[in-house]
């Protein structure tokens, strides 16, 4: 009888470190889908740019591109979504440089031309590294718009919960990978999951101004999580809701976004 119990606790074993593996992989090939081709260059918008390349704490060689604005105000920092790289984000560039901000985007370890395999802690690192390679260029920490697209926005919370911003634009992203996976794969146990993506807990302490855009008819991350982020994070705020798909949104309202964000621009305490 005790045979079979030990029996039977082998297989219990063997079964939950096969979930295990088998939800890891999947979550793996959700959370990153990098593209290493760059299809697209700034110049095809008509857009001068810097191709740079620095350093991740880790010593990975990271690539991004430095688009200047006209009079530039504001150097936004974009942290773009899970799949694609930065020569997939040429409309959102081409937005943010009519609004006369300079521009970093950069590519995450593992996408476009960033050396690495892309992980939660791994994005972070990269994000920092675009931010201390921002203030190595004389750019003043209290002119930088952390701008977080999707999965994104995750890390640029991140980014301003440890180093002084000056302000917070999240689009279309969620509160934690916790209630994303709830929504996902409501069959596993959230914990078995590795990646915690906690913007939820992170963001109450983050006092600069803050924009959080999200679709009503985002069929990917869901409406109610990004109101959540919004509810949970401390003044200023502001949100601003939209129409269209999670791909989409930013292409059928970009009307609305420009007037928002310009007047949001506008309005932030002079820096710098």
């Not at 030990?6 to 297989?11: G, P, R, S, T």
């Not at 009519?98 to 992980?119: A, H, Q, T, W």
């Not at 209630?179 to 993506?197: E, G, H, L, N, Q």
Request: glycine share 8%.
């Amino acid at each position: 009888m005790a045979e079979r119990s030990i029996y039977w606790l082998l297989f219990l074993f063997l079964s939950i470190g096969a979930i295990t593996l088998a939800a890891r992989y999947i979550e793996g090939h959700t959370l990153f889908c990098p593209t290493k081709a760059i299809e697209f260059l700034p110049t095809m918008a008509g857009l001068d740019f810097e191709d740079v390349f620095f350093k991740s704490p880790d010593g990975l060689r990271l690539n991004g591109w430095f688009i200047p604005g006209p009079e530039a105000r504001y150097t936004v920092l974009f942290c773009h979504g899970n799949a694609g790289n930065i020569s997939h984000r040429l409309e959102r560039i081409k937005f943010f440089n009519r609004l006369g901000c300079n521009m970093l985007i950069f590519d995450y370890r593992g996408y476009g031309k960033s050396e690495g395999v892309p992980s939660e802690s791994g994005l972070y690192a990269d994000a920092q590294a675009a931010y201390d390679y921002l203030l190595s260029r004389g750019i003043p920490a209290d002119t930088i718009i952390g701008y977080g697209e999707s999965l994104g926005g995750a890390v640029s919370v991140d980014l301003a919960s440890r180093h002084p911003i000056a302000a917070l634009i999240l689009d279309s992203t969620f509160s934690s990978a916790k209630d994303m996976a709830r929504r996902i794969y409501p069959f596993i146990p959230y914990w078995i999951f590795a990646s915690r993506f906690d913007s939820t807990g992170k963001i109450r302490a983050i006092r600069v101004p803050k924009l959080i855009i999200h679709s009503l008819n985002d069929e990917i991350v869901p409406y109610e999580l990004s109101r959540a982020l919004y509810e949970a994070s401390a003044p200023p705020k502001e949100f601003l809701q939209v129409n269209g798909g999670h791909n989409s949104c930013f292409y059928e309202c970009e009307t609305l976004y420009q007037e928002k964000i310009s007047d949001f621009l506008r309005r932030l305490p002079a820096g710098g």
